[in-house]
């Protein structure tokens, strides 16, 4: 295990004078400090905790460690700060900034008043202005009191995680739903950290010796602030209205809801594309997808399932976030099947999951059945990759629910399985062997027959069509009159 020494950095400044792009001029120069705190019971803990993770991932909702419950904090993994700090980086690149510098620094406590101390700030603040950079952004959240007095030692703006997701999330919010969704995290995010409080704020009175100079300018902003965030949920209301009537007719009819969840950038999206041909946006950069996309897909049975593509998840992804975008991730709360997707090229893919994990529990989503999908095996070792679909096979055939698929979104690789696997999971609109008989002018049925049913064998004899299918019930319903005697009471036994 690699050993810390508290109040020391490392420090990268990038240098200014280099050629760069008119894209990297278009962006603001940031400057990343990370921040690495060695707890004093750390030592074992982190081992401990990527065990958690790798249970939680392992096994869903099952804790090995008894001890564990005692005590969800210790369940949420910690990366490594370097990790971390890497994660910060790509977060600050998709919001289209460019990476001016970076220090990490090692302590042994947060300082409450800075976080990393005045003296360190002062470090800071002069290797930022040799870099140019036009802000800090901090790889940790920042209270109000913290964030102004950083600024007041650095004299540069200065963003925390939090303030950096949001504005993420505000750049790629397309629909109304997702800019109002973005909109009150913000709101909710910024009410706090309005400047000045207390006996600086005075209203006219109704007495002698309450009368005072009017409404402050505080004060002003804080009301406006909440009259917008009671109209952007009492929008968002109409939003879930809408959605519950819609579900409601989605669900008239016995069509399963499939929901795709996973941390940011485990190619959602990538995947989705893959399975439904919809063309929605996926790229590279964080939190690309925000506004929900519903799709059908036909399954193997030839049932067909709607697919929704939903936010990426992170580590520590902020409870406002959460609450806000509660009318999108509804979808998953409602789904009949959950695909849960993660990077098999990334070696922290055990404590991606475990985060995951976190944000389906906030969501009373955990005990959703579940199939775990490892998207991106075309990064693997070929030899490896084959090995691991192959033994993903093999678990499959001996009827293992929770072994998990792999797949590449990119070249197709394992689809096929998957959607048989999806197939196998899905409870709505049951299938069933049947042996028909339909005489040849019911044309109708015999197409809705071929278009919705897998038909084994077919014969024709004295004007009748003998059809043996696999049908769901949904066609069944349809086409009872001309089914077998030993048939309807086999589908009749199969309901029950």
Known sequence: MRSFHPKKSRNVAFPSGRVSSPAEEAGERAFLVGIDVRARERGSAVTAQAQVARDAAAAPGVAKNASSAKSSKRNIPEFDAEESL???RSLAESAGAKIAGEILQHRDRFDPATLIGSGKLEEIAGTAASVNADLLLFDHDLSPSQQRNIEKIVHR????????????????????????????????????????RGVEMSQLGGGIGTRGPGETQLETDRRKIYRRIRHVEQQLENVRRIRAQQRQRRESAPVATVALVGYTNAGKSTLFNALTR????????????????????????????????????????????????????????????????????????????????????ELDAEKKPRLRVMNKV???????????INDSHREAAHRNSSAPIYVSAVDGTGLDHLLARIDALIDEDRVSRVHLRIPQKEGKALAMLEAR??????????????????APESVLRRVRQWVEANDQRRAANDQV
């Open 86 to 88: 890497s994660e910060l």
């Open 157 to 196: 703006r200065v963003i925390d995680r939090t303030q950096l997701i949001l504005d993420i999330f505000a750049r790629h919010a397309r629909t109304r739903e997702g800019q109002l969704q973005v909109e009150l995290a913000q709101l909710q995010y910024l009410l706090p950290r309005l400047a000045g």
């Open 278 to 361: 919809a063309g929605v946006l996926s790229s590279p950069k964080m939190f690309a997808t925000l506004d929900p996309t519903i799709r059908a897909v036909k399954l193997p049975s030839k049932r067909k399932v709607l697919l929704s593509d939903t936010v990426g998840f992170i580590r520590n992804l902020p409870h406002t976030l959460v609450s806000a975008f509660r009318a999108t991730l509804e979808e998953v709360q409602r789904a009949s099947l959950i695909l849960h997707v993660s990077d098999a090229s990334s070696r922290l893919s055990a404590e991606q999951d475990a985060q995951v994990e976190l944000v389906l529990k």
């Open 378 to 388: 075309d990064l693997l070792d070929e030899e490896v990759a084959q090995k691991l």
């Open 453 to 470: 049913a897998r038909i084994y064998a077919r014969t024709y004899q004295d004007g009748v069509v003998e059809v043996e299918a696999d």
